[in-house]
């Protein structure tokens, strides 16, 4: 690494501004309350403070007002390099007493590297450990084609606008399509054996389609299924988040089951269209919580109705196949499954999806957008019990000191 000049030299100051190590009292007093401003500067990947990752190698004032940091970078390709110096010059220029702004960029040494791996990596599942806040769902169904996908972007991209930290996990290894419905192109960085993944509109999105070229197809086995989604849960680095959804294949295959094995506190969303047919394969999908233990939070019908410009409706797949599906699966599992939302078939919607662009973003005010902010809501406002974790306190004896 070249060594880092951060600013010419400056002309002598009184010796009453200095303090006794002979260090300019009003230029230090200014680069303090400049790192303090720079904690509000996340990493766009990690999602946590640059001054609590120790990116902020160094802050140097000139007499003149120019301020100078050096910031290091993960790694020296980092995709998001222009968004951390565009942020951190913002940042800097919001303090009193700096003119001029310069970024310098340099990169972690190997064991700066290894201690900020220290402090974010671990080998097991976080968000299936006992006392994980987080909220994990996955979108399921009986059959593909009913738009579920769709579903899982617009709820995190509805659920992230609302101000929650929310993960997507493409889970259909076979058939992932969530990169492109997202609009993400960039390969995850990579931090050494830890991934960390890319983040669109607010949602941080792994998927086994960032790490294959030209679209080609993924040929494997059950076993090679698990492996993957293991690695997604113990290798990237997703941070806390408040909702994790998992974007499931069709059907009640490998991965249905691993994900009960590895998040064994997750819950089931089911999404199906009006048509009978579609409804009566996908009460497979959620019957699956009888054998894996897990919940089924609600069902999602899709595809719903036609608005004619005339303002007519039109059902071109039927009616009737998300209240059939939600009672019949109350029946089965012996717990109310209630219809969360019908949302309508929309254009729009299938030209978010083509252009990357999910329609709560594109087109809030529309009538499929607004239907998915409400059952985002709904699934992000159920309340999660305590009941068992560990509040991290000690009981003292009776008359003890305090």
Known sequence: MPEWNPMPETPAVDPAA???????????????????????????????????????????VAADGTATVRVLLTVAGCPLRNTIVEDVTAAAGTVAGVGAVRVDVGVMTPEQRAQLKEGLRTRTVPFGA????????????????????????????????????????????????????????????????????????????????????DNQPV????????????????DVHFGDLDVLLLDLPPGTGDVAISMSQLLPGSGLLVVTTPQSAAADVAVRAGSVATQTGQDVLGVVENMSWL?????????????????????????????????????????????????????VVSAPDSAAA?????????????????????????????GSAP
């Open 18 to 60: 200095r303090n006794p190590a002979g260090q300019d009292v009003a230029g230090q007093d200014v680069a303090d309350r400049i790192r303090a401003a720079l904690a509000a500067v996340q990493d766009p990947e990690l999602r946590r403070p640059i001054t609590e990752l120790g990116m902020v190698d160094a802050v140097a």
């Open 130 to 213: 006992p006392g994980s806040l987080t909220r994990v769902i996955g979108v399921a169904s009986g059959k593909g084609g009913v738009g579920k996908s769709s579903l899982t972007v617009n709820l995190a991209c509805a659920m992230a606008a609302d101000g929650l930290r929310v993960g997507i996990i493409d889970a259909d290894v076979l058939g992932f399509s969530v990169p492109g419905l997202m609009g993400i192109t960039q390969a995850p960085t990579r931090v050494d054996e830890m991934i960390l993944p890319p983040v669109a509109y607010g949602v941080k999105v792994i998927s086994i389609g960032m790490f294959v070229r």
């Open 219 to 234: 040929i494997w086995r059950g076993p090679m299924l698990h492996r993957a989604l293991e690695q997604f849960l113990t």
């Open 307 to 359: 608005e004619l410009p005339d303002g007519t409706r039109v059902e071109p797949f039927g009616a009737g196949g998300g209240e059939s599906l939600a009672s019949r699966l109350s029946g089965i599992l012996g717990a109310s499954v209630p219809l969360l939302g019908r949302i309508p078939l929309e254009p729009r919607l299938r030209e978010g999806g083509d252009n990357g662009v999910p329609i």
């Open 370 to 398: 607004a239907e998915l902010r409400a059952i985002a809501r709904t699934l992000a406002s159920r309340p999660r019990g305590l009941a068992g974790l560990p509040l991290g306190i000690t009981p003292t004896h009776p």
